[in-house]
């Protein structure tokens, strides 16, 4: 059967007909649904999210879907981000040469327009900027973190607010 918008999908309406009623209006359950692939963030969360305390009322649907779903942690894809072969750094190193990493140090503080130093501790974040992640909360102590002489960096856009709180730092 055709469905109004012209695709043959009667599984999906028999599927969305047995979400519990509380989904059947929910995008994000009928995006599950749908879904050829599910992903989180991690593997521990896709796991979390397979039980009451953490799937949210989603948690059955979840596990019916569990064969598509796979957490990815933070999205790290470990031979694309492997230091030893990764030619966007400065220097390439592995453990056994893991001091040729002040190269990339250099690089980060020359870039950023930081001073070139070894005696200071340089914090460095890649994040999307938003509240949920307590960006707003850890915006004074970095303040005080590159006050008392501390160097930061960080790589991300997200909140227009907290975009500005970290500009200024």
């Not at 009623?21 to 009928?30: C, P, Q, T």
């Not at 070894?118 to 909360?137: A, E, F, I, S």
């Amino acid at each position: 059967t055709r469905s109004p918008g012209g695709c043959r999908c009667s599984w999906k309406a028999e599927a969305v007909g047995a979400l519990p009623a509380s989904h059947r209006d929910s995008l994000l359950a009928l995006g599950i649904l749908a879904a050829d692939e599910i992903t989180t963030v991690s593997p521990t969360y896709a796991r979390e999210i397979l039980t009451p305390s953490y799937g949210n009322g989603l948690d059955g649907l979840l596990r019916s879907r569990a064969d598509r779903l796979t957490g990815i942690l933070n999205g790290l894809d470990t031979r694309s981000w492997d230091p030893s072969s990764d030619e966007a750094l400065a220097q390439r190193y592995d453990v056994a040469t893991v001091e040729k990493r002040r190269a990339n140090r250099k690089a980060l503080q020359e870039e950023a327009g930081l001073e070139s130093r070894t005696d200071v501790p340089l914090l460095g974040v890649v994040t999307r900027l938003d509240w949920q992640k307590g960006l707003d909360v850890a915006a004074g102590p970095v303040r005080r973190w590159v006050e008392q002489g501390g160097q930061f960096v960080m790589l991300g856009t997200g909140e227009r607010s907290l975009e500005h709180e970290y500009a200024l730092l």
